[in-house]
């Protein structure tokens, strides 16, 4: 932004806004491979008031129409999950609920990789998380969630396997 003199309020740089959505659309385009169906195996460790456990859910990716967001297919309504911000360079992550609601955010990918961190809400209680996600090949990636300790230590909480179906 700049400052407007007569109007001494901020707007938006044309020139810059203008190049906006071709780098969001530029971004969005390395993620096409997530795109489809998968079987997502979810293990979860023990904690101190509930046993270690592993279950399968399927999962259904689809781009919004519009191709700015990797949606999550829930009852036939696309829910959003995936996005890059054009403004901030970031990634952004959001869990859309299914005992975790939140928006972290990332820098982007590197080797194959990417980090997110934010706060959620996760199975009603508030907590720092941090999600790391690794592309294995186009047909598998895994992901795994860590939960932010009161000492600033961080815990494994959970980990995916994700295979196109």
Not at 5 to 19: A, H, L
Not at 88 to 103: N, R
Not at 145 to 154: L, Q, T
Request: with cysteine.
């Amino acid at each position: 932004m700049k400052i407007d003199p007569e109007r001494k309020v901020g707007v938006f740089d044309m020139d810059v806004i203008s190049k906006f959505p071709a780098l969001r659309k530029q971004q969005m385009d390395t993620v096409r491979w997530m795109e489809g169906d998968w079987s997502a195996e979810n293990s979860v460790r023990a904690t101190p008031v509930s046993p270690a456990y592993t279950d399968t859910y399927p999962y259904t990716y689809r781009f919004s129409e519009d191709g700015t967001t990797l949606c999550i297919l829930r009852g036939g309504k696309e829910v959003p999950n995936l996005t890059y911000d054009a403004f901030s360079k970031k990634w952004v992550f959001m869990l859309p609920g299914g005992g975790a609601f939140g928006i972290l955010t990332s820098p982007g990918w590197k080797d194959g990789s990417i980090e997110f961190i934010g706060h959620v809400l996760m199975l009603g209680v508030e907590c720092e998380m941090r999600t790391t996600v690794t592309r294995r090949s186009d047909r598998e990636y895994y992901m795994i969630n860590h939960e932010k300790n009161p000492d600033g230590s961080w815990v494994v909480v959970d980990d995916w396997i994700f295979r196109k179906r």
